[in-house]
């Protein structure tokens, strides 16, 4: 799988999300979206991950109302990644999900 260009010039906590949070999103989502965009089609992965990276590469807790979310295309380029928010009537998917993304092809069983 390859990744979209991180631009050089953009924080530091986006190359360490490539790095640390992409991976673990990918490996164990919580919920795996359909979605077609910007000419795209592919999956958006999302997590409710227990930590965030700050720019000097130390993990901090994550906010329980954040999701995070890895897009990946069919061709399986990871076109774009990061925070968003999560919706209030379902804390994993990402808010107006309904809107732009298609119906959960894969929710994870809670244990």
């Known amino acids: 799988m390859r990744a979209l260009a991180v631009a050089e010039d953009g924080p530091p ?4 999300e490539l790095q640390y949070l992409v ?6 989502p919580d919920r795996i979206f359909p ?3 910007d000419g795209w ?5 999302a997590t409710k991950a227990a930590y965030r990276m700050r720019s000097d590469g130390v993990r ?10 890895a ?13 968003e ?6 804390a994993c998917p990402p808010v107006r999900h309904d809107e732009r993304l298609g119906a959960a092809v894969y ?5």
């Open 13 to 16: 906590e986006r190359a360490l």
């Open 23 to 28: 991976p673990d999103t990918l490996a164990k």
């Open 35 to 37: 979605y077609v965009a």
């Open 41 to 45: 089609d592919g999956w958006c992965f």
């Open 60 to 69: 901090i807790a994550a906010s329980p109302r954040d999701v995070f979310v």
């Open 71 to 83: 897009f990946v295309t069919s061709g399986l380029l990871i076109t774009d990644w990061g925070w």
């Open 85 to 90: 928010v999560s919706d209030p009537r379902d």
């Open 107 to 111: 929710t994870r069983e809670q244990s």
